[in-house]
């Protein structure tokens, strides 16, 4: 939901490119939390995602309301996407330890993730001094 806020909300310099990725890793996320979901189903685990329960149990830091110039949401989105590689980083060799083919999948999302986070990162970097 932090994406679809920053989605609706970015406003300036390369608003188009920066709407449209948004809206490529919200779709990513959306998949991600289907994949994951149903395999804690297939594990016969229940996953809790009402809105509630996600607002009350996420680490990420509230996003901010109102419009957000596209170089502010680069940063936010980029901070967003490194805490969830952190997460997912966090849990893994726990999770590898109890069953290798869920911590395929999470491979599979801590690939993406980083990705996006390079990508939209990018946005405000500027290139490394030449030696």
Known sequence: ?????????????NFRDTHRQLDEIIDAAREFSDVVAERMRALHAVPDGRS????????????PQGEIDTSETVDLITVRLESVVHTVREV??????????????????????????WMVSAENRKPAAKA
């Open 52 to 63: 509630d329960t996600v607002a009350a149990t996420t680490t990420l830091p509230e996003y």
């Open 1 to 13: 939901m932090q994406g679809k806020q920053a989605h609706w909300n970015v406003v300036g310099r």
């Open 92 to 117: 893994h060799d726990d999770v590898d330890e109890a069953d290798a083919t869920t911590a395929d999948i999470l491979h599979g999302v801590l690939e993406k993730l980083e990705q996006y986070a």
